[in-house]
């Protein structure tokens, strides 16, 4: 239990907790926050396909599927690239406690759960992921926060006016940087590492990336199925490109010194971008189209 400080906020946060006991069995702050961002991103999917006709059942059997499917996935992914670690601590591969999910695997696997229920339950591959897509950002979006309590996903050093500052005794050695460490700040006898709360950085580009998308669901009217979920990769890729290269825990591509989540953030951007114009220009031409013959039959 420690303090979190933002100096340049005036704002100290004191024995900010790591884990709750119940029962004698301690149970992590990261853990209950993912839950609650599981929980409640399963919710809003579900509010959402009932809002726009869809059976909200659907989406909870969904839900549940891809919860379990996209953790594995995600602590997969987190593992694979952080082996040169795990191949000497094999036992901890299974230990979620201290974190270690990333968040690319996690989408990975909760997309390719959608692509096969959806064809399972006959439902629209891409319209699923129309819907579910908005639950995923939301539990992104609280998720994050679970990184606040584990103290992590931190960036570099920064004097700016949301620096944030964190004892050293709280952070995993392997993080700290150099640079951190000759910018270590001592507080009532405790030294403090100043960095950029990146974890804060992308849950309110989450918010933003969130409104837009309920924005597209529910107010605009010529969109095409597939329209929302690639517009969640081209704004959530835009903003976790910028914000992986700040972080100082990225996970590397092996022998290079590429950050994987970067790499792929800028790959899906890219993609993105060309398949939404693809599909707007699919979407003008087949409503031509339609508008031509409804014309043909009234002559």
């Given at each position: 239990?420690?303090?979190?400080?933002?100096?340049?906020?005036?704002?100290?946060?004191?024995?900010?907790?790591?884990?709750?006991?119940?029962?004698?069995?301690?149970?992590?702050?990261?853990?209950?926050?993912?839950?609650?961002?599981?929980?409640?991103?399963?919710?809003?999917?579900?509010?959402?396909?009932?809002?726009?006709?869809?059976?909200?059942?659907?989406?909870?059997?969904?839900?549940?599927?891809?919860?379990?499917?996209?953790?594995?996935?995600?602590?997969?992914?987190?593992?694979?690239?952080?082996?040169?670690?795990?191949?000497?601590?094999?036992?901890e591969i299974i230990n979620l406690r201290q974190g270690g999910l990333a968040i690319y695997g996690g989408v990975i696997g909760g997309v390719t759960t959608v692509l096969i229920f959806a064809r399972v339950r006959k439902?629209?591959c891409f319209r699923a992921l129309d819907t579910a897509v908005i639950g995923l950002v939301w539990g992104q979006m609280v998720g994050r926060w679970g990184n606040f309590f584990n103290r992590e996903a931190f960036g570099?050093?920064?004097?700016?006016?949301?620096?944030?500052?964190?004892?050293?005794?709280?952070?995993?050695?392997?993080?700290?940087?150099?640079?951190?460490?000759?910018?270590?700040?001592?507080?009532?006898?405790?030294?403090?590492?100043?960095?950029?709360?990146?974890?804060?950085?992308?849950?309110?580009?989450?918010?933003?990336?969130?409104?837009?998308?309920?924005?597209?669901?529910?107010?605009?009217?010529?969109?095409?199925?597939?329209?929302?979920?690639?517009?969640?990769?081209?704004?959530?890729?835009?903003?976790?490109?910028?914000?992986?290269?700040?972080?100082?825990?990225?996970?590397?591509?092996?022998?290079?010194?590429?950050?994987?989540?970067?790499?792929?953030?800028?790959?899906?951007?890219?993609?993105?971008?060309?398949?939404?114009?693809?599909?707007?220009?699919?979407?003008?031409?087949?409503?031509?189209?339609?508008?031509?013959?409804?014309?043909?039959?009234?002559?």
């Open positions: 239990m420690g303090s979190i400080r933002f100096p340049h906020l005036g704002i100290t946060l004191d024995h900010v907790i790591k884990s709750v006991s119940i029962g004698g069995f301690e149970i992590a702050c990261y853990g209950i926050v993912l839950a609650f961002a599981m929980v409640t991103g399963l919710l809003l999917a579900m509010r959402v396909a009932k809002a726009t006709g869809q059976n909200p059942d659907d989406y909870f059997d969904l839900g549940l599927t891809a919860i379990v499917i996209s953790v594995i996935c995600a602590r997969i992914y987190y593992v694979v690239f952080s082996w040169d670690y795990y191949r000497e601590h094999l036992s439902l629209g570099g050093y920064t004097d700016g006016l949301l620096a944030m500052q964190l004892p050293v005794s709280d952070v995993r050695a392997h993080e700290i940087t150099d640079v951190m460490r000759s910018h270590i700040q001592t507080v009532d006898g405790v030294p403090y590492i100043q960095v950029h709360p990146t974890f804060f950085y992308e849950s309110v580009w989450n918010l933003g990336v969130l409104l837009i998308l309920l924005f597209l669901t529910f107010r605009v009217r010529e969109k095409f199925d597939g329209m929302v979920f690639l517009s969640y990769l081209l704004l959530y890729g835009m903003g976790r490109f910028w914000i992986e290269g700040l972080r100082t825990d990225q996970l590397l591509w092996p022998g290079t010194g590429l950050a994987v989540s970067q790499l792929l953030s800028g790959i899906l951007a890219v993609i993105s971008v060309v398949l939404l114009l693809i599909g707007k220009k699919h979407k003008k031409g087949t409503k031509e189209y339609e508008s031509k013959r409804t014309t043909e039959k009234k002559d």
